[in-house]
């Protein structure tokens, strides 16, 4: 490669990585907001489809299931950091309920703990497949908590410029992952 092409690669190279990590803050606060507590229900509905996915996989081998759970990581990762950055100290400091808040930061110890599990004993099917089925269980009961009882607890004290600042805020936080 001669030194044009070279800088020009590597400019383009610098300018991809730039865009990486700046591009979607910008975007994520150009994009329309929707109520933000039914942008996590449809996470959670998500992560539930790929679970039951992951649990009806058996004989699909271990590319397929390194593929699907990353997608799950992934995504999990980034809803993760939006409530524990945002929604659970939303709990705590203004709807005062410190001990739910505490119980979900510690169900998300143990999701992470069973991802890292999952990925460390991708090549064993069936005990794979025993621990995806515990994770499901944790995840849905997780999910109930903050749907029937979290999020409308918050949604209560908020008025719609409240709800605005909070979906450009979520946005931001999974932006830094997805
Ligand atoms: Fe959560
Ligand atoms: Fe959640």
Same mark, same amino acid.
């Given at each position: 490669m001669d030194a044009n092409r070279w800088l020009?690669? /590597? %400019?383009?190279?610098? $300018?991809? &990585?730039? /865009? #990486?990590r700046v591009l979607p803050p910008l975007v994520s606060q150009a994009m329309p907001l929707g109520d933000p507590f039914e942008a996590l229900v449809a996470d959670h509905r998500h992560f539930l489809n790929l679970l039951d996915q992951m649990a009806q996989s058996r004989?699909?081998?271990v590319v397929w299931r390194t593929q699907i759970l990353l997608r799950l990581k992934r995504g999990l990762t980034a809803h993760a950091l939006a409530e524990e950055d945002v929604i659970y +100290?939303? $709990? #705590?400091? @203004?709807a005062h309920a410190e001990r739910a808040a505490g119980a979900l930061y510690s169900d998300h110890g143990l999701i992470k703990t069973h991802l890292y599990a999952l990925e460390r004993g991708l090549a064993e099917e069936s005990p794979w497949l025993a621990r &995806?089925?515990? $994770?499901?269980n944790l995840l849905e009961?997780?999910?109930? @908590?903050?749907? #029937?009882? =979290?999020? +409308?607890r918050l949604r209560a004290l908020m008025d @719609? #410029? %409240?709800m605005?600042? $909070?979906?450009?805020?979520?946005?931001? =936080?999974? /932006?830094m992952v997805l």
């Open positions: 020009a690669f /590597a %400019g383009g190279v610098s $300018l991809g &990585v730039i /865009a #990486d004989g699909r081998g +100290p939303m $709990l #705590d400091e @203004q &995806v089925g515990t $994770l499901r009961r997780h999910a109930r @908590q903050e749907e #029937d009882i =979290e999020f +409308p @719609q #410029d %409240g605005t600042r $909070l979906g450009r805020h979520i946005r931001r =936080e999974k /932006a």
